[in-house]
């Protein structure tokens, strides 16, 4: 076998090299990978959920490739299989954004304010974001007294649970709600208070519209109220929910009304004013 020397070593690499300083590297290419990262960005908040079917249409993909991506997807965690045929974005997926939510600048801005509120209130207060039919929790500074206390930055909840996630439900359009909330979305595991089903809840949703407020009252879990007000943008759309949440035995629904509703809301309007001064409003 003939010996390799060191300038044939040198060509052999530089199709490699020159593969890499272009930025290509198609050679670094998984094809299956990109297949399911395809799969993945079509979900949004337009279309929350997927048939398998209409998955390999959009992605322009053969069905049985599709199927197999999806149920690896799923078994992995980063799609759920809902009882309706749809598949939605698990909590894995929601989960792999939370370090690039927490640079945004919403997090940034929020954060003193948000500090300063829970200081005055002595209490739990809660940034979060609607994904899907869930909120994503984006900023937790927690009362060592909450009943809640395995939430922390990245968890998930039901929205139609939620203070935060009924406010934010409040502001879709009827298509979006519809589209987002399904059987599946009301968890049976919840309060004493809690909704089942969306036609119970839509009346409720448009009261928050109109008054500009939401209020859980020991429907995501026993012995916990909170009250949620709007983070807006410059031109009015509602891109998160504050709220501070608090103990059932130490608050009453009047008394929440009456001391913590304004305390939230004035510094939702703060946190929005400062998004809207540092263009921040196109999150």
């Known amino acids: 076998m003939p010996r390799r020397t060191a300038s044939s070593s040198s060509t052999a690499l530089r199709p490699a090299t020159a593969a890499a300083d272009s930025g290509d590297r198609p050679e670094y290419r998984v094809e299956a990978l990109a297949k399911g990262l395809r799969i993945l960005s079509l979900f ?3 279309r929350p959920t997927w048939r398998v079917s209409d998955l390999a249409t959009a992605a322009g993909l053969p069905m049985p490739t ?9 078994s992995e965690g980063y799609l759920d299989h809902l009882p309706n045929g749809d598949y939605r974005p698990g909590v894995r997926t929601l989960t792999l954004g939370t370090a690039a939510l927490r640079s945004l600048d919403l997090v940034a801005i929020a954060t003193p304010k948000l500090t300063q509120l829970g200081e005055r209130t002595g209490e739990t207060v809660n940034l979060a974001v609607l994904s899907a039919d869930r909120v994503l929790y984006l900023i ?3 009362n060592s007294d909450l009943v809640t206390a395995n939430i922390q930055v990245g968890s998930t909840l039901p929205a139609v649970h939620t203070s935060i ?7 879709l359009d009827p298509a979006d709600l519809a589209a987002r909330i399904t059987d599946g979305s009301f968890s049976a595991n919840s309060g004493p208070n809690a909704k089942v089903s969306l036609a119970e809840l839509r009346d409720e949703l448009r009261t928050i ?4 407020w939401a209020m859980q009252d020991e429907e995501l879990a026993y012995g916990l109220r909170s009250v949620a007000g709007p983070i ?6 509602v891109l998160a929910g504050v709220n501070v949440a608090v103990p059932s035995r130490d608050w009453s629904t009047q008394r929440i009304v009456r001391e913590l509703r304004p305390d939230v809301l004035a510094t939702c309007a703060e946190i929005s004013g400062l998004l809207s001064d540092t263009n921040a409003g196109a999150l």
């Open 232 to 237: 807006t943008s410059a031109d009015g759309r």
């Open 44 to 46: 949004d908040e337009q």
């Open 140 to 142: 937790r500074l927690r």
């Open 209 to 212: 519209r109109d008054q500009g």
């Open 66 to 74: 599709v199927y197999r991506v999806v149920m690896t997807l799923a």
């Open 165 to 171: 996630g009924k406010l934010l439900l409040a502001y």
